[in-house]
T-cell receptor, first 115, second 113 residues
Framework: AQSVSQHNHHVILSEAASLELGCNYS??????LFWYVQYPGQHLQLLLK??????LVKGIKGFEAEFIKSKFSFNLRKPSVQWSDTAEYFC?????????????FGTGTRLTVIP | DSGVTQTPKHLITATGQRVTLRCSPR?????VYWYQQSLDQGLQFLIQ???????AKGNILERFSAQQFPDLHSELNLSSLELGDSALYFC????????????FGPGTRLTVT
């Protein structure tokens, strides 16, 4: 079964610092990759997605992610974080193993941005 | 606002009881997914319905069941509740069974005492 790893559990940054959150998945076949964000007390919102094509994808709020197939990775980046980016970030993957469309989630990374 | 609605927002109940969580997908979406978010298990897929039919099953306990009605809303039924069932239950929807982008509802927080 697919597994998704997010190695950073809690990241604390000052405003304007650069951000990179790691995400690795296990399945070697065709995958679709997502980053979701969950602001305190809110629902999961889609930040960006990769289905195919350019491995560098841009999402909302200045976030981007790079798909590196050889490393089974899909790291999330932002050049300069803001206090409003404080949230929990989840990497998620769907794959073509079962024909189902369900998302496999990582354990999440809590980001705290200090003003 | 994603357009996916879930009721109730909070639910507190006792062990051994049965509860029903409700989800209305975004307008036009035919597929509904249920996920459980708990501290120890993280976010886990439970079950997917597409246009009234069960499409895929994940780590759903036998005490849990779901259905999707002709108006496309879905209900997740949890019975013989245990303390460990306390979690946030999310519903998500997508346009079709094979369309990968899912939109999440605000969740129902279930507390079993």
């Amino acid at each position: 079964a697919q597994s998704v790893s997010q190695h950073n559990h809690h990241v604390i940054l000052s405003e304007a610092a650069s951000l990179e959150l790691g995400c690795n998945y296990s399945y070697g076949g065709t995958v679709n990759l997502f980053w979701y964000v969950q602001y305190p007390g809110q629902h999961l919102q889609l930040l960006l997605k990769y289905f195919s094509g350019d491995p560098l994808v841009k999402g909302i709020k200045g976030f981007e992610a790079e798909f590196i197939k050889s490393k089974f990775s899909f790291n999330l980046r932002k050049p300069s974080v803001q206090w409003s980016d404080t949230a929990e970030y989840f990497c998620a993957v769907t794959d073509d193993q079962t024909g189902a469309n369900n998302l496999f989630f990582g354990t999440g990374t809590r980001l705290t941005v200090i003003p | 606002d994603s357009g996916v609605t879930q009721t109730p927002k909070h639910l507190i109940t006792a062990t051994g009881q049965r509860v029903t969580l409700r989800c209305s997908p975004r307008s036009g979406d035919l597929s509904v997914y249920w996920y459980q978010q708990s501290l120890d298990q993280g976010l886990q897929f439970l079950i997917q319905y597409y246009n009234g039919e069960e499409r895929a099953k994940g780590n759903i306990l036998e005490r849990f069941s779901a259905q999707q009605f002709p108006d496309l809303h879905s209900e997740l039924n949890l019975s013989s509740l245990e303390l460990g069932d306390s979690a946030l239950y999310f519903c998500a929807s997508s346009v079709s069974a094979a369309y990968y982008e899912q939109y999440f509802g605000p969740g129902t927080r279930l507390t079993v005492t």
